[in-house]
């Protein structure tokens, strides 16, 4: 544990920090601030086609590549990952969290354009993502499968650690379940969906995903009217926090305007993904017109996942007071909804945490394996599928904290290459965006 937080403190420090906020900035201003005039042709790229009758007959749609992102996207990172950032960084962190998300929609439009640019058809089946754009677009094999490696371990073994840990933490609080036996059902439903390769978790992912986010935020808005006196001192407080050495609530609340910065940014990255080089591995695969197309939708799953859900979970955390405990993690979330709507809430967050978490595992495992056919071919995926499957069990059983810091880490190895192949080829990026505009 020490050593992982030693090398962690190194690469989560001030470089990396600038690193993925300096990516950021740089294509919002390269790219005209798109935020703001691409959101609403993203809506509409999302949901216009949802009532077309008109089938893909290769690849998936828009809106069911951006479930599947989605799915990976909203998990542990927006339930427990934002407490964890509040209990570590203090309320300042979800302020930070805002901007790496703002900044992060930018970078996103950047990924997803690039992954549909250099997508390749392979057996039949259309893959992609930043290893094909690193070695055809970029010209460095090398630098692709330290990605490709990286990515499997970050997210394929480890992530989906966290998830599963996560997951049986929840279930343990709520209903005394044994933690292996929650890794071990997990694992077998996980195992069947996998089976049917990318358009059975995009259909799973475009059933469950849009439900569960829902259901959520109206858990956590109840929450919110409920305390409505709260809100707004607690919003003033996330800001205020960000800018002062300790926050006014002090205890675990107090944190410096660095560990702020450190787990808002980390925290943040680990909910929305933006410049990690994951969710572009879902976006090569949907079959759109124009690769910017899919840039704008994009940027739509990094405000669902970070400014409305992981906001609403840190306000309900605020407001019933729970940042004030001496919990972390899963069971800090708990402890504030359970505050706010008795004990349904231990259970409401357990059930959701169950569909965040199982969906990203989906979405991650998906990812980790498009990489290992990039490195072996086909032969190579039975084997990480049962290696995938062996990491969700062990999951269950290890330390929380341990796992979190693992995750930075391989995040971190996969984050670098994936930054560089993105300003490298920003040139292809603004060329698409103009031609869209044209």
Same mark, same amino acid.
């Given at each position: 544990?020490?050593?992982?937080?030693?090398?962690?403190?190194?690469?989560?420090?001030?470089?990396?920090?600038?690193?993925?906020?300096?990516?950021?900035?740089?294509?919002?201003?390269?790219?005209?601030?798109?935020?703001?005039?691409?959101?609403?042709?993203?809506?509409?790229?999302?949901?216009?086609?949802?009532?077309?009758?008109?089938?893909?007959?290769?690849?998936?749609?828009?809106?069911?590549?951006?479930?599947?992102?989605?799915?990976?996207?909203?998990?542990?990172?927006?339930?427990?990952?934002?407490?964890?950032?509040?209990?570590?960084?203090?309320?300042?962190?979800?302020?930070?969290?805002?901007?790496?998300?703002?900044?992060?929609?930018?970078?996103?439009?950047?990924?997803?354009?690039?992954?549909?640019?250099?997508?390749?058809?392979?057996?039949?089946?259309?893959?992609?993502?930043?290893?094909?754009?690193?070695?055809?677009?970029?010209?460095?094999?090398?630098?692709?499968?330290?990605?490709?490696?990286?990515?499997?371990?970050?997210?394929?073994?480890?992530?989906?650690?966290?998830?599963?840990?996560?997951?049986?933490?929840?279930?343990?609080?709520?209903?005394?379940i044994p933690p292996i036996v929650i890794g071990i059902v997990v694992a077998v439903l996980i195992g069947l969906i996998l089976l049917g390769g990318i358009k059975r978790i995009a259909t799973f992912a475009g059933n469950v995903v849009p439900v569960m986010a829902l259901l959520y935020i109206i858990g956590a808005i109840t929450i919110l009217i409920m305390n409505i006196e709260q809100v707004i001192p607690a919003l003033t407080l996330i800001v205020e926090s960000a800018f002062t050495p300790e926050s006014a609530g002090g205890g675990v609340l107090g944190a410096s305007i660095k560990e702020a910065i450190r787990y808002g940014v980390a925290r943040g990255l680990f909910s929305n993904e933006a410049g990690m080089g994951s969710t572009p591995h879902a976006h090569a695969v949907a079959e759109v017109k124009h690769p910017a197309e899919?840039?704008? *939708?994009?940027? &739509?799953?990094? @405000?669902? %996942? =970070?400014?409305?859900?992981?906001? #609403?979970?840190?306000?309900? !955390?605020?407001?019933?007071?729970?940042?004030?405990?001496?919990?972390?993690?899963?069971?800090?979330?708990?402890?504030?909804?359970?505050?706010?709507?008795?004990?349904?809430?231990?259970?409401?967050?357990?059930?959701?945490?169950?569909?965040?978490?199982?969906?990203?595992?989906?979405?991650?495992?998906?990812?980790?394996?498009?990489?290992?056919?990039?490195?072996?071919?086909?032969?190579?995926?039975?084997?990480?599928?049962?290696?995938?499957?062996?990491?969700?069990?062990?999951?269950?059983?290890?330390? *929380?904290?341990? &796992?979190?810091? @693992?995750? %930075? =880490?391989?995040?971190?190895?996969? #984050?670098?290459?994936?930054? !560089?192949?993105?300003?490298?080829?920003?040139?292809?990026?603004?060329?698409?965006?103009?031609?869209?505009?044209?």
């Amino acid at each position: 544990m020490q050593v992982i937080e030693e090398i962690n403190s190194i690469l989560w420090g001030p470089i990396m920090i600038t690193l993925l906020l300096g990516t950021g900035l740089f294509f919002t201003i390269r790219l005209g601030f798109i935020q703001f005039t691409g959101l609403k042709e993203g809506f509409r790229q999302t949901f216009g086609p949802l009532f077309s009758r008109k089938q893909k007959k290769e690849g998936i749609s828009s809106f069911q590549a951006l479930s599947t992102a989605i799915a990976a996207q909203v998990g542990t990172g927006n339930l427990a990952g934002v407490a964890t950032a509040i209990a570590a960084g203090g309320p300042g962190a979800i302020f930070w969290m805002w901007i790496s998300s703002f900044l992060g929609m930018a970078t996103i439009f950047a990924e997803a354009v690039l992954a549909q640019k250099y997508r390749k058809k392979e057996n039949g089946t259309v893959k992609g993502g930043p290893a094909y754009y690193i070695r055809d677009g970029l010209g460095s094999k090398k630098l692709a499968v330290f990605f490709a490696v990286a990515i499997i371990a970050a997210l394929g073994f480890v992530g989906n650690m966290v998830q599963s840990n996560s997951i049986a933490d929840a279930f343990h609080t709520a209903f005394h379940i044994p933690p292996i036996v929650i890794g071990i059902v997990v694992a077998v439903l996980i195992g069947l969906i996998l089976l049917g390769g990318i358009k059975r978790i995009a259909t799973f992912a475009g059933n469950v995903v849009p439900v569960m986010a829902l259901l959520y935020i109206i858990g956590a808005i109840t929450i919110l009217i409920m305390n409505i006196e709260q809100v707004i001192p607690a919003l003033t407080l996330i800001v205020e926090s960000a800018f002062t050495p300790e926050s006014a609530g002090g205890g675990v609340l107090g944190a410096s305007i660095k560990e702020a910065i450190r787990y808002g940014v980390a925290r943040g990255l680990f909910s929305n993904e933006a410049g990690m080089g994951s969710t572009p591995h879902a976006h090569a695969v949907a079959e759109v017109k124009h690769p910017a197309e899919q840039g704008f *939708v994009a940027m &739509v799953g990094v @405000l669902i %996942d =970070t400014v409305i859900i992981c906001t #609403v979970t840190a306000l309900v !955390i605020l407001v019933t007071e729970g940042g004030g405990s001496n919990l972390t993690g899963i069971e800090l979330t708990q402890a504030s909804f359970s505050s706010g709507l008795g004990d349904f809430g231990i259970y409401f967050i357990a059930f959701s945490l169950l569909f965040f978490s199982f969906t990203t595992i989906l979405g991650w495992a998906y990812f980790g394996e498009t990489n290992v056919n990039f490195l072996f071919g086909d032969r190579g995926v039975p084997i990480y599928r049962g290696l995938v499957l062996l990491f969700i069990i062990a999951g269950t059983v290890l330390n *929380v904290p341990f &796992v979190w810091q @693992l995750a %930075d =880490t391989f995040n971190a190895f996969m #984050v670098l290459p994936n930054l !560089i192949a993105l300003v490298a080829l920003s040139g292809i990026v603004k060329k698409a965006y103009k031609e869209i505009k044209a």
